[in-house]
């Protein structure tokens, strides 16, 4: 008998918050869609074509000062309850700090703006 995936499991567990995270991923990919459409693989990638580990660096230098605006902004919002003076909401936070990961993964694995 064949053993189940990890992926089996949850989904026969646990179907609505599969289900619900599924959801959420194609959220974020649309939201990401976009941005892209928007802003352009630019603003990543700091003008550079990310060739060398230099370019690399620096672009993930700025996912990591985005990231931790984001942090900071969720610490203002859940931690300390204050409200936030530009209007972005708790979940548009998670959202855009969840995207920032997928970001920086692509930029390591050479696969940004390809």
């Known amino acids: 008998m064949k053993e189940q995936t990890a992926r089996e499991y949850c989904e026969e567990i646990y179907p609505e918050m599969c289900k619900e995270f599924r959801v959420i991923q194609d959220e974020m990919y649309e939201t990401f869609c976009k941005k892209q459409r928007n802003y352009g693989p630019g ?3 700091v003008g550079t074509s990310l060739q060398t580990k230099e370019d690399v660096k620096l672009s ?5 000062f ?10 203002q919002l859940v931690v300390l309850g204050e409200p936030d003076e ?10 855009d700090l969840t ?16």
Do not use: F, P
């Open 43 to 45: 603003n990543v990638s």
């Open 66 to 75: 985005r990231i931790n605006d984001k942090i900071n902004r969720l610490k």
């Open 86 to 95: 530009v209007g972005e909401s708790i979940q548009d936070t998670y959202e």
């Open 99 to 114: 995207v920032y990961g997928i970001i920086a993964q692509l930029v390591q694995r050479g696969k940004w703006a390809k």
């Open 60 to 64: 993930l230098t700025g996912l990591w």
